[in-house]
């Protein structure tokens, strides 16, 4: 059975940095993409990051681009995001995604975990 | 940049067939799959590359792409459909793009 577990999540003063993970299980982790998507408050969906199956390919939403970086340890079968200067607009339930398109870094996603949520706030 | 456009909210009655519509510039270039996002649970992909269903994913699932519009087709509603659905494509020059989501009532 696959499973996507976060952890990180917590209440963090703006202009503050914090690290997210995700731990798979049930997959071969290094045969996949992996993603974070978040969805704020009242809001939709948003597509954070992506990296492909061995960490050389990365993208970014154009919100968190020089802010957030993404990483991967596949002898942990572990995803991070790293997320500094953050802003109150970051609040959001952070979700770890598998993507199912081999070597992307952003495309769609099969599997999810249960979320951690981040809350920017003085 | 590139964007998905979604009604905000859809409203049917138990048994009648609710159609999501999901429109943007030049769609027939990209694929679509589509998300149903309930409460307190973690979305699930319900359609992937315009018309494929997941295993698990009951048959009243459909999915189509005109080309100019993608539709989300669940025939026979039920009250434990009732979610927020959203529709979703990438390609290297957008990247990810999700719609605005629309909210599905069923009663």
């Known amino acids: 059975e696959v499973q996507l577990v976060e952890s990180g999540g917590r209440v963090v003063r703006p202009g503050g940095s914090l690290r997210l993970s995700c731990i798979a299980s049930g997959f071969i982790f290094n045969d996949y993409s992996m993603n974070w998507v978040r969805r704020r408050p009242g809001k939709g969906l948003e597509w954070v990051s992506g990296?492909?199956?061995?960490?050389?390919?990365?993208d970014y939403a154009g919100s968190v681009k020089g802010r957030f970086i993404i990483s991967r340890d596949n002898a942990k079968n572990a995803l991070y995001l790293q997320m500094n200067s953050l802003r109150p607009e970051d609040t959001a339930l952070y979700y770890c995604?598998?993507?199912?398109?081999?070597?992307?870094?952003?495309?769609?996603?099969?599997?999810w975990g249960q979320g951690t949520l981040v809350t920017v706030s003085s | 940049s590139f964007e998905l456009t979604q009604p905000p909210s859809l409203s049917v009655s138990p048994g009648q067939t609710a159609s999501i519509p999901c429109s943007g510039d030049k769609l027939g270039d990209y694929y679509i799959c589509w998300y149903q996002h309930k409460p307190g649970q973690s979305p699930v992909l319900v359609i992937s590359e315009d018309t494929k269903r997941p295993s698990g994913i009951p048959e009243r699932f459909s999915g189509f792409n005109s080309g100019k519009t993608a539709t989300l087709t669940i025939s026979g509603a039920q009250p434990m459909d009732e979610a927020d659905y959203y529709c979703q494509t990438w390609d290297i020059s957008t990247s990810v793009v999700f719609g605005g989501g629309t909210k599905l009532t069923v009663l």
């Open positions: 995604a598998r993507d199912p398109i081999y070597d992307s870094s952003g495309a769609y996603f099969d599997y």
């Open positions: 990296i492909n199956w061995n960490g050389e390919k990365t």
